[in-house]
């Protein structure tokens, strides 16, 4: 029952505008009911004015022609997401905002990026970072920082991504919604001289992100297949993790079509990666796939024959069982039409 928004009794006597006000208080407290009305009243004025701000914002980024701008649009930005969930814990109100807003400032954020390079990223982590308790949405400055290790790794090499932005993608391992899946893309970033990505996904194992640690895996496979699929090995031979554990890390070299927001085709959003750096298609290497086959059959055949009448989904994210015999890889696919 909910209670009454005056003095906290049960009540659901009275309504006004979704608060409750029980008998007594509106009888005998008539000024604060009033008082109520009118701070009920100012709210949903407020809330009109904030289901503008994504609109305003996006007419804000167009006339952006300095940093200085770029920073309070910003600034604007965060200010209105926070005033949203102060008004709306529904989060519908944050979700209408960061539509409208979200992707022009993405790509605002890359323009300059490209333009100026990584000391503008490393600024933006700084003032922006994920210490700072003001910013309510870290999408774009993770995004821009994905694009960049993305386009780094691959036009440069690895040792040119700066450390600081791997170690800032890092922290968001168990962060909810599109923060925790836009992070996925740390796994461009593995075996950097300075980063030691193994022990971060050993970190989120630990505390139970190995969905988390399955989706950086994945995207490792785009940069390295050999490399990332020892990774991935080593892992699967650890006597130390339970099977269950094993088959959601064998995530990272399974995907099943349906999950729209699963597609590793699809991180960074707003940004067609492959595209952009020339990746192409992927095509296995014989002997890593035939590897990868051979532990995962060694390693998890036993347990699904076994197990498979008792659990109905192997897989958190594709919500697929897998079939117990067989582990059948593609010839060739790009991680939406690969099947084990």
């Known amino acids: 029952m909910p209670n009454c928004e005056i003095c906290g009794k049960p009540t659901t006597s009275h309504e006004v505008k979704g608060c409750y006000v029980c008998h007594t208080c509106w009888t005998k407290r008539r000024e604060d009911v009033e008082g109520l009305k009118e701070r009920l009243e100012e709210e949903e004025r407020l809330k009109e004015r904030l289901r503008e701000s994504g609109k305003e914002i996006s007419n804000k980024i167009e006339k952006i022609d300095s940093k200085e701008e770029l920073y309070s649009v910003m600034d604007l930005y965060q200010e209105r997401l926070n005033r949203s969930m102060e008004l709306d814990k529904s989060g519908d109100l944050f979700r209408k905002i960061s539509d409208e807003a979200c992707e022009d400032m993405c790509e605002l954020l890359y323009d300059y990026a490209e333009e100026e390079g990584w000391p503008f ?47 800032y993608l890092a922290k968001f391992y168990d962060a909810v919604d599109v923060e925790w899946e836009d992070s996925f893309t740390l796994g461009w970033g593995f075996d950097h001289p300075e980063f030691d990505l193994i022990s971060v996904v050993e970190k989120a194992i630990e505390e139970d992100q190995e969905i988390w640690a399955s989706a950086v895996l994945e995207r490792a496979f785009y940069a390295d297949q050999e490399e990332a699929s020892s990774i991935l090995i080593d892992l699967l031979r650890r006597e130390d993790l339970s099977h269950k554990v094993k088959m959601r890390l064998v995530q990272s070299v399974t995907f099943f079509t349906g999950e729209e927001w699963d597609k590793p085709d699809m991180l960074p959003r707003y940004w067609d990666w492959k595209k952009a750096v020339g990746y192409g298609r992927f095509k296995w290497d014989e002997g890593v796939k035939e590897c990868l086959k051979k532990v995962i059959e060694e390693e998890l055949a036993d347990y699904i024959e076994k197990e498979q009448s008792n659990i109905e989904e192997f897989f958190d994210r594709t919500k697929k069982a897998l079939p117990a015999k067989d582990v059948d890889f593609s010839e060739e696919w790009s991680f939406t039409d690969l099947q084990i």
């Open 121 to 167: 990223v490393l600024d933006l982590i700084d003032e922006y970072g994920f210490e700072n308790d003001d910013v309510i949405d870290n999408v774009p400055i993770e995004n821009v920082t994905e694009r960049m290790i993305i386009s780094t790794r691959t036009e440069k090499g690895v040792e040119e991504i700066p450390v600081e932005a791997l170690e």
